[in-house]
């Protein structure tokens, strides 16, 4: 898995009604866009360092297409 800043990844819920969860990476911690990742969950607000596992999956943004960038 490799992810950019700004990328969200999305953790698929484990058990029938559980609900999806959702970051944004905030920092690259591994070499080469791996993990672990430094995120912000979308559904608490906290930041944490994150490891992902095989139920989750990233949602890439074209980062040099972001407004303010140039």
């Not at 992902?52 to 140039?70: L, Y």
Request: net charge negative; hydrophobic share 25%; proline share 7%.
């Amino acid at each position: 898995m490799k992810a950019s800043g700004g990328d969200r990844i999305v953790v698929r819920g484990h058990i029938s009604g559980e609900p999806d969860r959702d970051c944004e990476v905030l920092e690259v911690s591994g070499g080469d866009g791996g993990p672990p990742y430094r995120v912000r969950w979308e559904d608490t607000g906290r930041d944490g360092l994150y490891f992902p596992g095989s139920d989750a999956v990233v949602h890439h943004f074209d980062h040099a297409n972001k407004p303010g960038r140039s």
